[in-house]
């Protein structure tokens, strides 16, 4: 079955860029699923980050839209997250998840483990 | 602020049964799915669409909807099933994700 794997620096700097790899295995980036990133600070609940779906199309969440930037790379079978300028507050648990979105239905069925991300100098 | 709002705690009977609820606009036009995280690890699909369990869930779970409220329903809760429960949509305009704040769940 379909798997996913975050990988990435596990420590950022203040301003500098978060950036963060999910690699798919057991099923192709190409099948009609979106693929979606998901954070969570310490003791805080689950916020989304964004979307992509093979064909390139994404889907930011407004609150750090100008600052998000997702990427698919189907020759690797896996997607990317890169977040600028980031400050402490954007320290969290980071996960890779796969996303189904069919008509009324949205549900994200496989979730990577998660990766810890900290800012700071 | 969240689109979609949980009671941040509830609690429960062992064997007894509990509803979680969320409440937002857009879950009148998407179904509501709920996830379950116990401390450290991953979130993990409970129910999904109208009233689907992905496969190893137990029957134990369920799913409602009516107007602009999901509920969560766990029949004969057990100790496992304390955790944290989230609810996940889209939003209004269909365009993004949303999660519910999350429903802190305690099995007494």
């Known amino acids: 079955q379909v798997q996913l794997q975050e990988s990435g620096p596990g420590l950022v700097k203040p301003s500098g860029t978060l950036s963060l790899t999910c690699a798919v295995s057991?099923?192709?980036?190409?099948?009609?699923?979106?693929w979606s990133w998901v954070r969570q600070p310490p003791g805080k609940g689950l916020e989304w980050i964004g979307e992509i779906y093979h064909s390139g199309s994404t889907n930011y969440n407004p609150s750090l839209k100008s600052r998000v930037t997702i990427s698919v790379d189907k020759s690797k079978n896996q997607f990317s997250l890169k977040l600028s300028s980031v400050t402490a507050a954007d320290t969290a648990v980071y996960y890779c998840?796969?996303?189904?979105?069919?008509?009324?239905?949205?549900?994200?069925?496989?979730w990577g483990k998660g990766t810890t991300v900290t800012v700071s100098s | 602020s969240s689109e979609l709002t949980q009671d941040p705690a509830v609690s429960v009977a062992l064997g007894q049964t509990v509803r979680i609820t969320c409440q937002g606009d857009?879950?009148?036009?998407?179904?509501a799915s709920w996830y379950q995280q116990k401390p450290g690890q991953a979130p993990v699909l409970v129910i999904y669409g109208k009233n689907n369990r992905p496969s190893g869930i137990p029957d134990r779970f369920s799913g409602s909807s009516s107007g602009n409220t999901a509920s969560l329903t766990i029949t004969g809760a057990q100790a496992e099933d304390e955790a944290d429960y989230y609810c996940?949509?889209?939003?209004?305009?269909?365009?993004?994700?949303?999660f519910g704040g999350g429903t802190k769940l305690t099995v007494l």
């Open positions: 998840a796969r996303a189904r979105v069919m008509g009324y239905y949205y549900y994200m069925d496989v």
């Open positions: 857009s879950l009148r036009s998407y179904y």
């Open positions: 057991g099923g192709s980036i190409s099948s009609s699923n979106w």
């Open positions: 996940n949509s889209r939003d209004s305009s269909g365009n993004r994700g949303v």
